[in-house]
Every structure is written in C-alpha cells, then in structure tokens.
C-alpha cells in the first residue's frame, strides 16, 4: 500500500475510533434526516435549479436572495455582500462556542451562458428523468412526499452539475443538525461566489474589503468538481492555472485568386501550421524553451498518491475512441502535473460549402496554457514569443501597417498573455490530513472501503490562488457531481446518488473530531 493510502487509512481509522460520539452522530443523523426526507429534498434541488444565475445579470440577485433566505432557516448568519458592478457574494457564519479550528467553505452559485436550443429541455426547469437522456431515460414528475426516490435518476438542469448541488447538500445537513441538537466541531464560514464561471473577478475585492472575517479561517474546502471518471469518490489538492494567446500570421493584404496566385503568395495557413508544429512534437512535448524549467517539483506525498489512483487511462482511450495519447507512458493524472500548451482553434479561410479558391490574407491560431504549480502565465505567454520570433517572425500588437509589411517577410500578431496561478495544497498538511479522513470515512460509507482517489491535482481552474496566496491559507478541492454531469454543455445533470453521498460527505466534514493527533 502506497505512503498516502497508509496515511489515508490511518487517519481514517482514528476518526472512527476516536470516541467522538458526535462526529459518528452527525453522520447518522444526516444520513437519517435524507432518508426520511428525499422527495422534499429533490424538490427543494429543483427549486434551487429554477433560479436563472448567469453573472452580472438581474436575475442572479434573486438566486443570492433565496440561497441566503435559505442558509438563515437553517441557522446560518448569513447576508449578501455587495459591490459596485458586481454580482452578489453570499456570506455566511456559524461560530460554535470552544471550537478549535474554523472551516471555510467555497462554493459558486452562478452558470454558464444557455441556448435553450441546443436543451432537450429548457434549463432552468428542472426535469428529472429516469436514466440519462443518451441511455434513453423518460421523464418523470418531481417526487412527492411518501415517493421513493431511485438513486439512479437524474435531474436535469443549468448548474446541476456545476455547482448548485453543494448547496443543495449543505441545507439538508446543517437542517438535520438544528433538529436534533448537534453542533458542527468547526466554526463554519460559507462564501458563495457569484462570479465564478465569468473569472471571478471581483473576488479578491470581496476578499480584502471582508478580510477580517476570513483571516480566522484554517483551511478552504471548495465544493466543487466531478468525481472521478471511474466513478469513485475523490478529492483534489491542486488546479491548474490557465492562460491563453491568439497568433495571426500575415499574407498578402487581401485575399487572392488560388489559381492566380499560389505557389507564389505566401500560403498563410501553411505558414500557420509550421509554426504551430514547430511548438509542440508528435508525442505532445511542448518544445519552447524553458517551458518546464519552472515546475515546482511535487513531495513524495503526491508521487505515492499519483502511483495510488485507478488505472483509467486505457478506459477512457476506449470512451474517447483514442488509440494514442500526448506523453505516452505517463497517464492522465501525472500529465496534468506539467504545463499544457493547446490549440484552441484555427481559423483560414473558409471550408465545407463555404470554401473558396482563394490564398487567406491571414491565419489565426488561439493557444489554450494550462499552468502548474510554480508557472507564471506572463513569464509563458513571452516564451511563447520568444519561440516566434526565433521561427524568424517580427511580432506587433496590431495589424500591421504597410510600412512594417514591406520591411519583414514574416509578421505575426500576438495578442492576450494573462492568465491565473495554479494552486496546489500540500498532503503533508494537518488540517488537510484531517480533511482526507473524513472525506474518506464517508466514501467508505457510500462506496466502500478504500473507494476515495486522492488526486494531488486537477486538469480545470477554480479562483484557489486567491484564497492560498491573497489569505495564505491551505484549500482542498471536495467533488461530488457525477463525472458525465455535462458541466458547461447542453443538457447538464445530477446523478442523484452523487448527492446522497454529498450530503454523507458534508457531515462528515463538518463533524470531523477537533483533532486526531
């Protein structure tokens, strides 16, 4: 067994022998309260979900409204935080009288953008169907009160996935706790952004107006996330940073007749695509120099853990109908400990129906960077220059006047350039220690012993570098949506057993003994 998986069950074994009457108790008493109450529970979900929640919009305000109207009848001091041209931040505080420790927790209540034609359904009403839509699922009417409520189902909506059900978890949790008496072994910060899914860029605002409520906090859980592909319960200890660039190249300054002119105008999108291949080889090693230089190398904690996850890759191969993948051997989970360079799209011209016998005046390229822990999106995006001008390009900030086309053979644009840290929260941490014992005890539950994968990071970006270097403070990141959720497409969705077990997590989680040392 792996040093994390040791460590993992050692932690867990002592939170389950610990004699903490309560932490067992408020497990019990959650998982009771769901299952005397999951028909009100989907309900409520739907509810939720019927709350239109694009930021910066009107409709959003009510969305905040009923989450903090919600969070105060379950105890909670909760309000809404507002700025000038900002979506609304829901704040919320539970202090219990001689706790120790003080969790925060991190949650996004607002969604992508929708087109309603591309839904089966319409997205913000809620419909649950009997198996996913693709495995040919049926409709059926919300549970009634007395109904039994099929694990399997799933509830279709904007943010079901992404990231509502946390929510929907948390409320039944904190309710069965005010039924019965049992009071949360943490004092309890909730911080619900509102601006997640547009940059949450107001954060840090938010963030240093509020900092004194927030500096008492010992670590960040965020709720967020999929589970793992294998469908097992994990957790994460890192994001990826993102950045990205658009590079055009130049030709002729207009489109040319093909049979006129080619073989002698330059051919942008060739052009284009020698540069592009001159980045990246055939095995998807990024060739800029000094791409890797900066890593911070990971502890033996996260290699003992990357050595410890499931052996998906040659199921998700067979899913994804790939026969090969970028850095073969290495598996998905050590690929994304390294810094990624993409190709987002590629425009030139015209295709199918459209297309025509012309040279493109231009070719543009957009690159996705995924950062790891120890990039800075800067110090990549001017590698990324550096290599162009190498390939013998002269770079401008704008199209180029006649002047500069007449000087320099080859012209390339580059535009964009920022981007956001990666995060990443050492193992070796106690109060994350304490966090992968409890997380672990309640996937023992729901899934069976040994079932938790624990990630040392993730492929996404989530605002964590806010809350580790603005606050200084550890976050882990805690998943519970079903890994086909469809977060951000068409047709988004709930496994409703991934909530059961949410709500197994979150009381686990907010009644983890004080201390296990």
């Known amino acids: ?34 299952e005397a109450n999951e028909p009100a529970i989907v309900r409520d979900f739907a509810e939720l979900l019927s709350y239109p ?58 969604g992508q953008a929708v087109d309603p034609a591309n839904w089966t359904n319409a997205p913000f009403d809620p419909t649950l169907y009997t ?8 409709v059926i009417p919300l549970p009634q009160d007395g109904d039994e409520v099929n694990p399997e189902w799933r509830l279709y909506a904007r943010s079901a996935g992404d990231d509502k059900a946390p929510i929907a978890a948390i409320l039944p949790v904190l309710r069965s706790f005010r039924d019965s008496g049992i009071a949360p072994t943490s004092n309890l910060v909730f911080f619900f952004d509102g601006e997640e899914e547009a940059g949450s860029r107001n954060l840090p605002a938010y963030m240093e107006e509020h900092r004194d409520r927030l500096d008492p906090i010992d670590i960040w859980l965020f709720f967020d996330g999929p589970a793992h592909p294998s469908g097992r319960p994990q957790i994460t200890f890192g994001v990826r940073g993102s950045g990205s660039l658009e590079v055009t190249v130049y030709g002729a300054t207009r489109n040319l007749h093909s049979g006129h002119y080619g073989n002698w105008a330059p051919d942008t999108g060739n052009v284009l695509a020698h540069l592009l291949a001159s980045m990246k080889d055939q095995d998807g090693n990024v060739l800029v120099d000094g791409w890797y230089d900066t890593v911070d190398p990971i502890g033996e904690e996260e290699m003992a853990a990357l050595a410890a996850m499931p052996d998906w890759d040659g199921e998700l191969k067979r899913e994804l109908g790939l026969v090969v993948t970028e850095g073969a051997p290495e598996s998905l989970p050590e690929r994304l400990m390294v810094p990624a360079l993409n190709v987002r799209g590629i425009t030139s011209g015209n295709t199918g129906r459209l297309a025509r016998n012309v040279i493109p005046n231009t070719a543009v390229a ?41 000087r320099y053979p080859r012209i390339a644009k580059v535009t964009g350039g920022g981007g956001s840290l990666a995060a990443r929260t050492s193992m070796s941490d106690p109060f994350a220690q304490s966090i992968m014992a409890a997380a672990s005890a309640a996937a023992d539950l729901a899934f069976g012993e040994g079932s938790l994968v624990v ?61 296990i040392f």
């Not at 040791?6 to 939170?15: H, Q, V, Y």
């Not at 120890?374 to 199209?399: M, T």
């Not at 068409?490 to 004080?514: G, H």
Request: charged share 20%; proline share 7%; with cysteine.
């Open 1 to 34: 067994m792996s040093n994390a998986r040791l460590l993992c069950a050692a932690l867990t074994a002592a939170i389950l022998c610990s004699g903490a009457l309560q932490a067992q108790s408020g497990a019990d008493v959650a998982r009771a309260y769901r």
């Open 53 to 110: 929640n694009r930021a910066f919009t009107p409709e959003i305000v009510r969305a905040a409204e009923y989450i903090r109207d919600e969070l105060l009848e379950v105890g909670v001091d909760a309000e809404l935080l507002t700025r000038e041209g900002a979506s609304p931040l829901v704040y919320g505080e539970i202090n219990v009288p001689g706790a120790a420790r003080t969790l925060g927790i991190y949650v996004h209540y607002d």
């Open 131 to 138: 198996a996913p839509i693709p495995d040919g699922g049926e």
């Open 366 to 406: 957009s690159l996705g960077v995924r950062l790891v822990k120890g990039n800075d999106p800067a110090h990549l995006s001017q590698l990324i220059r550096d290599h162009i001008e190498r390939q013998g390009f002269h770079i401008v900030s704008e199209d180029p006047d006649m002047e500069t086309r007449l």
């Open 455 to 515: 990630a040392p990071g993730m492929g996404g970006t989530l605002p964590l570098t806010p809350f580790t270097e603005l606050l200084g403070k550890p976050a882990i990141i805690v998943p519970t949506a079903n890994h086909d959720n469809n977060q951000h497409a068409p047709d988004e969705n709930l496994r409703i057993a991934n909530l059961w077990y949410a709500i197994d997590l979150y009381a686990a989680l907010l009644t983890m003994p004080a201390t």
